[in-house]
């Protein structure tokens, strides 16, 4: 059961333009969501994160919108880079029995930015 | 600062077998959790460990353990290797129990022939 979706495996920009990475989620329990940056032969990198009691973060060139309603969230990158490259991963937070935190991921989305 | 490191980077094993992968946690951050990234998929929740005592586990078999030492480092411990284990173990450390952000440390690739 896939709680996390990111329908999207890949996205190609040109560079300079706005990427737009979306993710859908089903279960209404998470209370955070994050987005990780992956590069090939590394671990993902934390890049932003938004709480469910908010529907916009900022921080530079990375934007995050959450629309509770629809369960939706997306990533919006502006400018775009070619080193924007990577995989990316949505993220939600769910709470453990003990009152700790897990992420549930989704399958990623591969964006390229083309120079 | 040093981030969260893992040893070794590549491993391989054959069906059967028993491995030991570890990990160190980033400066200060006393809660660890382990995930299993198989090809294509995004990291799927192993288990997490906070002061030494697993303290959530996801849907994985009692043949995934893991010990977590005082020093914050811990390990994971996979017996009776099935070919399905194959995939990047990646190994997240945070600041408390309760905070959202993890820090992933690059990865152990484990193929199991």
């Known amino acids: 059961d896939q709680q996390v979706k990111q329908n999207s495996p890949s996205l190609s920009v040109q560079e300079g333009r706005i990427s737009i990475l979306n993710c859908d989620y089903t279960n209404s329990m998470f209370d955070y969501f994050l987005w990780y940056k992956k590069y090939p032969a590394e671990g993902p990198t934390f890049l932003i994160s938004i709480s469910s009691i908010k529907d916009k973060n900022e921080d530079g060139r990375f934007t995050v919108f959450l629309n509770k309603s629809a369960k939706h969230l997306s990533l919006h990158i502006v400018p775009s880079q070619p080193g924007d490259s990577a995989v990316y991963f949505c993220a939600a937070s769910a709470r453990l029995q003990g009152g700790s935190e897990k992420l549930v991921f989704g399958k990623g989305t591969k964006l390229t930015v083309n120079p | 600062e040093t981030g969260v490191t893992q040893s070794p980077t590549h491993l391989i094993k054959t069906r059967g077998q028993q491995v030991t992968l570890r990990c160190s946690s980033q400066s200060g951050h006393n809660t660890v959790s382990w995930y299993q990234q198989a090809l294509g998929q995004g990291p799927q929740f192993i288990f997490q460990y906070y002061r030494e005592e697993e303290n959530g586990r996801g849907n994985f078999p009692p043949r995934f353990s893991g010990l977590q030492f005082p020093n914050y480092s811990s390990e994971l411990n996979v017996n009776a290797l099935e070919l399905d284990d194959s995939a990047l173990y990646l190994c997240?450390?945070?600041?408390?129990?309760?905070?959202?952000?993890?820090?992933f440390g690059p990865g152990t690739r484990l193929t199991v022939t």
């Open positions: 997240a450390s945070s600041l408390t129990v309760h905070s959202y952000e993890q820090y």
